[in-house]
T-cell receptor, first 113, second 112 residues
Framework: DTGVSQNPRHKITKRGQNVTFRCDPI?????LYWYRQTLGQGPEFLTY????????KSRLLSDRFSAERPKGSFSTLEIQRTEQGDSAMYLC???????????FGEGSRLTVL | DQQVKQNSPSLSVQEGRISILNCDYT??????FLWYKKYPAEGPTFLIS?????DKNEDGRFTVFLNKSAKHLSLHIVPSQPGDSAVYFC???????????FGTGTSLTVIP
């Protein structure tokens, strides 16, 4: 399979717990993005990596959020001390270079109770 | 602030007719535009793109038009098919493309 893979697809957690999502991009893509989408909204940018370097973070990404991309391959997005407002679909996308189209994974849906 | 806007939350079209989805943007630095299609419980799927050096790009039944002076783009689907029923997002980026800004989407229903 050469598409973007995300897991878990769905995570239900209690407020205050930590959660981690993983994204495996298309292998030759050097850019990896995390977006968040809530109901009725378009995807909102969180952060992106060029290879292993995290080059930009949105102000939406509070200090409870951290993302890594060790060795420029897969990426993880961790949310600490989850809040109900964190409930959303977390989308990962990858691209080949800055002007390539984004290829999205199927998303990881977070529900915080 | 919403830099990319899709003012029509929904659109219904008869099968075989043309679907026109609209998108407006505010940032004059945007020079690369994408359209995505999204089914429920799936990630967005890339449809078609256009750069600011063009005013039209076609791919099969899909055509995107760009009017830079009006900061407006549109996606035409001809002929519309029931399988086209989905939410469509437009997205824009400014070179060197650190991030893409998405609109809020238009839900298209194609009626058989």
């Amino acid at each position: 399979d050469t598409g973007v893979s995300q897991n878990p697809r769905h995570k239900i957690t209690k407020r205050g717990q930590n959660v981690t999502f993983r994204c495996d991009p298309i292998s030759e893509h050097n850019r990896l993005y995390w977006y968040r989408q809530t109901l009725g909204q378009g995807p909102e940018f969180l952060t992106y990596f060029q290879n292993e370097a995290q080059l930009e973070k949105s102000r939406l990404l509070s200090d409870r959020f951290s993302a890594e991309r060790p060795k420029g391959s897969f990426s993880t997005l961790e949310i600490q001390r989850t809040e109900q407002g964190d409930s959303a679909m977390y989308l990962c996308a990858s691209s080949l270079g800055p002007m390539g189209e984004l290829f999205f994974g199927e998303g990881s849906r977070l529900t915080v109770l | 602030d919403q830099q990319v806007k899709q003012n029509s939350p929904s659109l219904s079209v008869q099968e075989g007719r043309i679907s026109i989805l609209n998108c407006d943007y505010t940032n004059s630095m945007f020079d690369y535009f994408l359209w995505y299609k999204k089914y429920p419980a799936e990630g967005p799927t890339f449809l078609i793109s256009i750069s600011s050096i063009k005013d039209k790009n076609e791919d099969g039944r899909f055509t995107v038009f760009l009017n830079k002076s009006a900061k407006h783009l549109s996606l035409h689907i001809v002929p519309s098919q029931p399988g086209d029923s989905a939410v469509y997002f437009c997205a824009a980026s400014a070179y060197p493309g650190n991030q893409f800004y998405f609109g809020t989407g238009t839900s298209l229903t194609v009626i058989p």
